[in-house]
């Protein structure tokens, strides 16, 4: 049991790429997350999912892009990085919605030149 | 949407000595707490959770508070220890709110022995 995966870790982008992070997870849990984490910002939502699908938005949505095609796979997509989305994103899943615990995965740390 | 507040930001304790962090949040209807802890280059996890129609759970050496009148809930550590040392979060969430967990800004935590 892998729980969950997230690919890459580590990724060097210039202004105006554009690159995907991949999640993936073997717990047949239904809701996926996409967090950022900046320092003295806490984790802060971008998109989220409640089924294979479906996609919604979370707090921080702009410039970013989502998929659900299947239930375990949960990509994320910056169409044209900017320096303002160096970060580091956490891919997460839960069995239930809202009140069940959020299982994360290691990180993907993305610097933006 | 909900809206999470977490205080202090850093918090030095010597080691045997007891933390506490505090958290609020905006929404009425919200009704899961969960504390996370993330060690240094780590993925958070969930060290303890809560829920509205509870005030107060204990876990050995952790227990988290709500006040639902007031909308803060805390965190306490006794007899810290120095792998207690990490960065805290607190969240919020709700049914009615679409599944979204909102987290707060973290507390770095430091035990010196």
């Known amino acids: 049991n892998a729980g969950v995966t997230q690919t890459p870790k580590f990724r060097v982008l210039k202004t105006g790429q554009s690159m995907t992070l991949l999640c993936a997870q073997d717990?047949?849990?239904?809701?996926m997350y996409w967090y950022r984490q900046d320092p003295g910002m806490g984790l802060r939502l971008i998109h989220y999912?409640?089924?294979?699908?479906?996609?919604a938005k979370g707090e921080v949505p702009d410039g970013y892009n989502v998929s659900r095609l299947k239930k375990q796979n949960f990509l994320l997509g910056l169409e044209s990085a900017a320096p303002s989305q160096t970060s580091v994103y956490f891919c997460?899943?839960?069995?239930?919605?809202?009140?069940?615990?959020?299982?994360f995965g290691e990180g993907s740390r993305l610097t933006v030149l | 949407g909900e809206n999470v507040e977490q205080h202090p930001s850093t918090l030095s304790v010597q080691e045997g000595d007891s933390a506490v962090i505090k958290c609020t949040y905006s929404?009425?209807?919200?009704?899961?707490f969960p504390w996370y802890k993330q060690e240094l280059g780590k993925r958070p996890q969930l060290i303890i959770d809560?829920?509205?129609?509870?005030g107060e759970k204990k876990d050995q050496r952790i227990a988290v508070t709500l006040n639902k009148t007031a909308k803060h809930f805390s965190l306490h550590i006794t007899e810290t220890q120095p792998e207690d040392s990490a960065v805290y979060f607190c969240a919020a969430s709700g049914y009615n709110q679409g599944g979204k967990l909102i987290f707060g800004q973290g507390t770095e935590l430091s035990v010196k022995p």
């Open positions: 999912s409640v089924g294979e699908g479906t996609t």
């Open positions: 997460a899943s839960s069995f239930r919605q809202s009140t069940g615990e959020l299982f």
């Open positions: 809560i829920r509205s129609n509870v």
């Open positions: 717990m047949n849990h239904e809701y």
């Open positions: 929404d009425s209807a919200s009704n899961y």
